[in-house]
């Protein structure tokens, strides 16, 4: 059994733009040193000991490439352009064992404490299938929010519903291939007439329950650099995070 990181930067960033590069590259200073935002997701995976970590990169984005091609850590390049958030994170997939357990992120995240991806492996580790890890934001509708019973069974996932199911939105995740496999054939069932969700295809596990499906709470500290204004601000919030 291996451990991936997926980190899916597939996507056109048209949030963000015009900034020039792709938004994964944004600068923040954190202690005296410049990172790329996604850095901070790679070195995450990187705390969790994972044995590859598999960056999926939009054709269009070689900056992208560029930029991580010397980076001193064991990494691989797929470049595909991706349709959908949960399309790009399952890409990599493919030719991987049914026991091996992936890591997931977003790449335009900041998070901690600095052992999230490392709680995210230990709970896979004892026969989870698949686990999100929770962060608590002031306002879940503006993420997926989710419902989890006293022993942390997620119940439910809803995309960006007003008002949320709780203030408790996923941020990361991970899972073993054999559901992500299951995953797949929920995301698929969405259609193409629309964006697909990876929210919707949670929700879609939960309420089957054909799989060990839990959460881990991991604090309040997540900050989401996906729009303009978030950009403005992150330089301001990063001493408040712990990496």
């Known amino acids: 059994m291996k451990c991936y990181g997926i980190l899916p930067m597939a996507g056109k960033g048209s949030r ?44 269009n984005k070689l900056d992208l490439a560029k930029y991580y ?13 991706s349709p959908s958030l949960p399309e790009s994170c399952l890409f990599p997939i493919f030719g991987l064992h049914d026991d ?14 600095r052992d999230c991806y490392v709680k995210i492996r230990r709970c896979l580790k004892k026969g989870v299938d698949i686990c999100l890890g929770l962060f608590k934001v002031d306002d879940g509708s503006k993420f997926d929010s989710v419902k989890i019973s006293g022993k942390k069974d997620v ?11 709780s203030n408790w939105i996923w941020g990361i995740w991970g899972a073993n ?36 499906f839990k959460a881990e ?11 303009m204004d978030a950009i403005v601000k992150v330089n301001k919030v990063i001493d408040n995070f712990n990496f």
């Open 155 to 165: 119940l439910k996932v809803e995309v960006k519903k007003s008002p949320p199911l």
């Open 100 to 113: 091996d357990i992936c890591l997931f992120g977003l790449p335009d995240t900041i998070f901690s404490p």
């Open 217 to 227: 709470k991991l604090g309040k500290s997540y900050f989401d650099v996906g729009t």
């Open 16 to 59: 963000v733009q015009p900034i020039a590069f792709s938004k994964e590259l944004y600068p923040v200073a954190y202690r005296k040193q410049h990172f790329a935002i996604s850095e901070f997701s790679v070195r995450a995976m990187l705390r969790a000991k994972v044995d590859e970590i598999k960056l999926v990169i939009n054709p």
């Open 177 to 212: 291939v054999k559901t992500l496999k299951l995953l797949q054939k929920e995301i698929a069932r969405q259609g193409k007439k629309r964006e697909r969700l990876l929210g919707v295809g949670f929700n879609a596990l939960a309420k089957k329950k054909k799989v060990v």
């Open 69 to 81: 091609a010397t980076y001193n850590a064991p990494l691989s390049m797929y470049f595909y352009n």
